[in-house]
């Protein structure tokens, strides 16, 4: 972890959140040990908001950062959030240009995840444990992870997730706050490891 912003940082973020919470946040980021958690993790935790300015930049856009902290979403700056979690801010910009088409870049989703009634989040919890799920044959001693076919994603996930408050006539959260507990609540990645492949099984 690096050592973060100054103390002119208008956000003020040292003050906000401290180092022990830095701590916290940077081992949780790599616990996650699966490219696409860390993908997911970035992508809700940025929020890609339009320049009212567009002449000064050849981007019409900015990105804003956040860090959830015993469920309140702390804004921070850019340099706090990647020396936080000690990523680059290439790797952080290619996230955005492969989730660009989510609604989660609303600058408005954070507010309206606060808002999210505890009944909606239980009903995606109950979506994302109908999945069946695997748990990895050879890495089962090192790692508790389970995983689902990889032709599955997230946001397959989700449509699907709609479809079901659509039978049920109950309105559907947003995709950030699905992609939120499934990256937060949730050990699950997409394909197994490729040390679970078994010739013999297979044949």
């Not at 002449?55 to 990647?82: A, H, M, P, Q």
Request: hydrophobic share 30%.
């Amino acid at each position: 972890m690096k050592p973060g912003c100054g103390p002119k940082c208008r956000l003020r973020c040292h003050e906000r959140l401290l180092q022990h919470r830095r701590e916290d946040l940077f081992h949780n980021f790599w616990r996650l040990g699966d490219i696409n958690r860390q993908r997911d993790y970035i992508s809700e935790h940025t929020v890609r908001d339009r320049k009212k300015l567009r002449n000064t930049s050849r981007r019409n856009f900015t990105l804003k950062y956040y860090f959830e902290v015993d469920g309140i979403w702390v804004r921070v700056c850019k340099t706090f959030f990647l020396h936080t979690l000690d990523v680059s801010d290439k790797f952080v910009q290619n996230v955005q240009k492969l989730y660009a088409s989510s609604p989660h870049s609303d600058q408005q989703g954070r507010k309206r995840q606060r808002r999210v009634s505890s009944d909606a989040a239980d009903m995606v919890r109950e979506h994302i444990k109908s999945f069946q799920t695997l748990p990895s044959h050879y890495c089962r001693k090192s790692s508790s992870r389970e995983y689902l076919p990889g032709e599955l994603n997230v946001r397959k996930m989700y449509r699907m997730y709609v479809e079901l408050c659509q039978e049920r006539s109950k309105e559907a959260v947003k995709e950030s706050f699905y992609r939120h507990i499934f990256v937060t609540e949730f050990n699950i990645s997409f394909q197994a490891p490729k040390k679970d492949k078994c010739n013999f099984c297979i044949a």
